[in-house]
């Protein structure tokens, strides 16, 4: 098999692969996205509704200079006064109900603050936001003052030194040669003098600037604060709740395919190779007692037909004669699948011969109603008949040679089908399957039919299927749909790329895809078309 064919693309999570992803998940993301919206357009119903009444105070700006000596004064937090009990009581009291909430903003410049009051009913609203505003104008205020008032012992120290000073000067220049002028005053004494002044007047300005702060406080809102109604807006809610929960719904649609192992869907297989898809098979149920032959029907029928011609036009240069049915575990179909090619084979004219190959579990026997016996291939394998029988036989069906080993294929129900059951369980299956003998056998089958059918075992089970490839033109890999694995799918094409057959493709068993189920494709005379009851015989070729 050609690496480059069969091995897939990237497993990275590229544009292509999430979009694949992001179709076969949709689902998932409109579930979520559903629940979302329904969830918050419920809460939206039951949550109780609000009002928020608005007022702006301004805070008062306190200008500072650089230049100014002595303390620094900042005035205090406004957002911190408005969580006092004292504004937070004022509110509750004119609103006369304890359920109302107190928050502000404060402005980018911070010269204002924006009081928000919300409580059940607009009117509450409205007077807890008035009590409020008065309460946290009196508040800071009266912050302002005290901080005013902290200055003023300052002040004094300062003012009691400058006098001091003044005096000390006075009786200085007093002693002089009588002169007045302040140059005969000590260095010392005029540099201290010039500092305490200085430091005064800073004190003494950024009390006066905090007392016309506290006179300056005021409510910006004339009249009564407007209300805007929350708790409600159900369309806005259930918008964001909506975009949240399609969002939720991208990533747990993606974390759910990423987990999960098995394959559902066709568009699961390019993430493993580039090979084709052959045919997707429905399921195909079969009545106890009746054979494969007799139910071959419907849209089962058609896309086993389907998988027939993707077979025949193989770009491979040469038509494929003998072709081997494999899967990676068991019960993924591969047996029905077999069996159902040979039939389609069969009723497009082709000479057809299955070979129950799987000598250990064999299926294809039951499936097409052959009889057990104790030939078949394992007896035939285990007592080959000489090269010169085999020669013989193939030049010319007509000797006894011929009619001996034909002997071990039985006819079916349907003309041009023929199958080789398997016989008894031998002990060594894979020694008999890599025989001379086999090969032999091969070669002899190619000149008694247009189409060699070769059911195998599993490949992850034993090494039958490796061995069985080497008789083989083309391999068709069966992958069940909701059963197989990707792992287990993997490795087996890692196994098939060393054996000598080319895999043809896959072949998807028991998809699940709604138009598959829905298939009806009915003929004029109103039976199924492609019912085996009503199929022309077809013509033995020569």
Known sequence: MDAQEASGPSTGLTAGRLKVIALRQWWVVVL????????????????????????????????????????SVSLPDPLSEIGNSKVWKAAESAAGTSDVVVTGALSTDGTQVVLEVTAPSA?????????????????????????????????????????????????TLRGTSGTSSSNSLPTALSTELSVLTGQYSAVYGQQVQLQLVAQSL???????????????????????????????????????????????????????????????????HLPRKRTLIDTFDGRFAEAVRELRTSVSLSPRGQPSRVLLVASAAADEGKSLVAASLAVACALSGARTVIVSSDLRHPSVDRLLGAEKTRG???????????????????ADDTKPSAAGLE???????????????????????????????????????????????????????????????GYADAVLLVISSG????????????????APA?????????????????????????KLNGSAAHAPVAPRRT
């Open 407 to 469: 002997s071990y294929l039985q006819a079916t129900s349907l003309q041009g089908l023929r199958v080789l059951p398997a016989g008894p369980y031998p002990p060594n299956p894979s020694e008999l399957l890599v025989s001379a003998a086999m090969a032999r056998l091969v070669s002899w089958l190619r000149t008694q039919a247009d189409i060699v059918v070769l059911d195998s075992p599993p490949v992850l089970a034993v090494t039958d299927a490796v061995i069985l490839s």
């Open 123 to 171: 009117a509450e609203a409205q007077h807890g936001a008035v009590a409020a505003t008065r309460a946290l104008v009196k508040l800071r205020a009266h912050d302002i003052d005290a901080q005013a008032s902290a200055l003023s012992p300052q002040l004094g120290t300062l003012g009691a030194k400058i006098t001091y000073l003044d005096h000390q000067a006075g009786s």
């Open 376 to 394: 078949g291939l394992a007896a035939l394998l285990r007592h080959p008949p000489s090269d010169e029988v085999l020669v013989e036989a193939a």
């Open 483 to 498: 059963r197989s694995s990707k792992a287990s799918v993997r490795r087996t094409l890692d196994v098939l790329e060393r």
């Open 502 to 526: 080319p895999l043809a493709g896959y072949v998807l068993n028991r998809a699940t895809r709604p138009s598959l189920a829905s298939y009806r494709y009915v003929s004029t005379n109103g």
């Open 32 to 71: 979520c996205g559903f629940v979302a919206a329904a969830g918050a357009a419920a809460y939206a119903e039951e949550r109780p509704v609000h009002y928020i009444a608005k007022t702006t105070v301004n805070t008062g700006a306190l200008p500072t200079s650089s230049s100014q000596s002595g303390p």
């Open 218 to 284: 005021h409510a910006d809102q004339n009249g009564p604060p407007p209300v805007s109604p929350t708790g409600g807006g159900k369309k806005k809610l259930v918008s964001i709740a909506l975009g949240v929960g399609l969002i939720a719904g991208c990533g747990l649609g993606l974390l759910r395919d990423l987990s999960r192992d098995r394959l559902t869907s066709v568009s699961e297989l390019p993430e493993l190779s580039r090979l084709p898809l052959l045919a997707e098979v429905p399921n195909h």
